[in-house]
């Protein structure tokens, strides 16, 4: 499915997987944020077969051309998670706009667990 | 802890007073300063707080720690730690909060610090804050306050006080500061350095200037400027430190000196300032912008000794430049591919180097370099497998040789005997491929190319049906003499004709150092009204003896 920019001389489609990955990478450089919680059967899939997955738990989903982006975290211990959430948001969603010029309706964190680092 | 023999170290010591003195000093000094930081910010999001947002964090560290009654630092650190916890804003002060975090754990127990202990606390500072991300972004207040913590490490087991184990990490991370734009592409876009790691440095600004022992204010009631010259002047200090680039450094002597006198006056002449001793016994440490004024000055209470005066600039650019050569070092590590080509005409080396030619050498028809000449660029490439684009047929056979001169790389010939073959074959290098791919990719792209090539004659011959007089223009295809007469541009014209170039999508002409520019505008108007739907590249390729070089796709 995906979403689709065209104009006169064609069109552009991205998926939600290249959405998906966009997001993922932007959430792991975000400070605080020491994991990601796998959501889906096919993340486990794709890490059996030993690839780096990106799209770890992000969820994309594309409706009536609206862009909204779940993600499933895992947030380091002693960090403010409010201000590490707030951060993922506000990244991911300007990393996303920026690289593939969509409006991103919403981007959602579900903080799944919190771990300590020694 | 471990203490090593007191004697190899600075025994000026930190209390908790001062501890808490440099957690307000520090809010000072962003407060004065977090406009500026502000605007720097581009990253991650360019929303213009990075300032403000870690002014804040510290503020509410420093109000945490206002509440403690006790005199330990490790009780006002922890104050500290959970302050900026509480308080922290945006993704700089959360790393912020973490460093202050390391800091705390670093400290605990010890009712006072001496400089080991200031410097491990920064560098458990930064350990921590590593620790809390998956993916560190370089060239963020990470790698500042990494290299500041370096700095101060290095200077504190020098036997430096905690000022100047201060003025060296602030000295430091300024460095890596600078540096910043090399690494996150979107600050050198923007022009600026990295805002969080801006901020973290004036931070410890206000740190030194506390502990030079002038600034005493209340939190709670901040003046809205600068308290006096001094304390700003020690806050700017190292950030602007090439403002005073002559540190001077001498002994005073005299009868009945007054330090604090000789402190605030000295104070307004330049940053880093350092008054110690007695009455009797004065050592003067300053960076200046004008040394002799500050003797001149010092001349009034007693006899100088022991004068030092050096250029801070001189010895940046000198570190800098030591720096650079193990930058560059460091830079090869091995990758998987490497390519030598042979070429000449310095366009065409352009042209090579930007496609990704690790070493060039120059040469061609008539000087041919040697096969040690290749093995030598060969061995200045790092990487395990090297492709050689001899670019000409008569060097191929040197190019082969090459493998029997390197041991400990692979060494593949790409049998290119012309430089628009060389070029074909770069177009489908793969710097991430295998060698298999890169080895099929680059030799079936030279046979998709044909290659032509406009010269002189030497001297009289007779080839095949053609006569050839000296100082004819010859055009060859693939090697061989086609053409030959007069004028330049009808042999150009016609050696094109030979090569078949109205069916080919794309030619690519280079012209030589002997050409006008207005000669090969003239070739390339015809080309282009002839036929009028084949892509046209025109390059100055600066070639010797060849007038045009030609390769038609």
């Known amino acids: ?118 | 802890m471990v203490l090593e023999p007191e004697a190899v170290f600075s025994d000026e010591i930190v209390n908790g007073e001062q501890w808490k003195q440099m957690i307000r000093a520090g809010v000072q000094a962003l407060e004065d300063r977090k406009r500026e930081v502000d605007a720097l910010n581009v990253f991650p999001v360019p929303d213009g707080d990075t300032g403000t947002n870690m002014f804040l964090t510290i503020q509410s560290a420093a109000k945490k720690a206002e509440e403690i009654k006790g005199t330990m630092v490790s009780e006002i650190a922890a104050a500290v730690s959970a302050g900026s916890l509480m308080g922290a804003r945006g993704n700089s002060g959360v790393i912020l909060s973490q460093l202050l975090r390391g800091m705390a754990k670093s400290v605990e127990g010890l009712y006072e610090v001496n400089a080991r202990q200031l410097a491990q606390a920064l560098q458990s500072g930064v350990d921590t804050a590593y620790k809390a991300v998956m993916k560190p972004v370089e060239g963020t207040i990470l790698t500042v306050s990494r290299e500041a913590a370096k700095g101060a490490l290095l200077k504190a087991n020098q036997g430096g006080n905690p000022v100047e184990t201060l003025c060296e990490a602030v000295r430091r991370g300024q460095e890596a500061l600078q540096k910043t734009p090399d690494v996150l592409p979107v600050l050198k876009q923007a022009g600026v350095v990295d805002a969080g790691g801006q901020g973290f440095l004036i931070i410890l600004s206000g740190w030194i200037a506390a502990l030079e022992g002038d600034i005493a204010f209340n939190i709670e009631e901040i003046p809205p400027k600068p308290p006096e010259a001094e304390g700003s002047a020690a806050g700017n200090m190292a950030l602007d430190s090439l403002e005073y680039p002559y540190c001077t450094e001498f002994l005073l002597k005299g009868r009945d000196l007054i330090i604090e006198q000789i402190r605030k006056d000295l104070a307004r002449r330049g940053d880093c300032l350092l008054v110690v001793g007695e009455p009797e016994l004065v050592k003067v440490h300053i960076h200046t912008k004008n040394p002799g004024k500050i003797l001149d000055y010092a001349m009034q209470w007693g006899t100088l000794h022991e004068i030092q005066i050096h250029n801070m600039l001189a010895q940046n650019e000198a570190m800098a430049h030591d720096r650079k050569e193990t930058k560059e070092a460091a830079v090869a590590v091995p990758k998987e591919h490497g390519v030598v080509a042979v070429t000449m005409g310095q366009g065409i080396v352009e042209i090579f180097t930007k496609l990704g030619v690790d070493e060039v050498l120059t040469g061609g028809q008539t000087m041919n370099p040697s096969t040690e000449d290749i093995a030598e660029a060969v061995r200045r490439v790092a990487a395990d497998n090297i492709y050689i684009l001899p670019n000409n047929s008569n060097i191929i056979l040197a190019a082969l040789q090459v493998q029997e001169l390197i041991e400990d790389k692979k060494i593949h010939v790409i049998p290119s005997k012309s430089i628009s073959q060389g070029i074909a074959a770069l177009l489908n290098f793969i710097p991430e491929g295998t060698v298999e791919e890169n080895i099929e990719g680059m030799e079936s792209a030279l046979s998709r190319v044909q290659s032509g090539e406009v010269t002189y004659a030497v001297r009289d011959s007779q080839f095949d049906s053609l006569n050839i007089a000296a100082g004819d223009v010859l055009g060859l295809v693939e090697g061989i003499i086609v053409v030959n007469g007069r004028d330049l541009l009808s042999v150009a014209q016609n050696t094109l004709e030979k090569m078949n170039w109205r069916q080919g999508d794309l030619v690519t002409i280079f012209y030589g150092q002997d050409v006008e520019r207005a000669e090969a505008d003239q070739l390339e108007k015809w080309l282009k009204e002839s036929q009028p739907q084949v892509d046209i590249e025109i390059h100055a390729g600066g070639q010797p003896i060849y007038f045009y070089i030609f390769s038609v796709e």
């Open chain 1, 1 to 118: 499915m995906g979403k689709e920019i065209s104009n006169e001389y064609g069109s552009v489609d991205i998926s939600e997987g290249v959405i998906a990955t966009i997001a993922g990478a932007a959430a792991i450089e975000c400070y605080g944020l020491v994991g990601m919680s796998s959501r889906k059967s096919t993340d486990k899939v794709v890490e059996l077969l030993g690839r780096e997955n990106l799209s770890r738990g992000v969820v994309v989903a594309i409706q009536e051309n609206e862009v909204t982006i779940d993600l499933y975290i895992i947030v380091g211990y002693g960090m403010k998670i409010s201000e590490v959430a707030m951060n993922v948001m506000e990244r991911v969603r300007y990393t996303v706009e920026n690289l593939t010029g969509f409006s991103v309706n919403k981007v959602n964190i579900n903080v799944e667990s919190v771990r300590v680092l020694e």
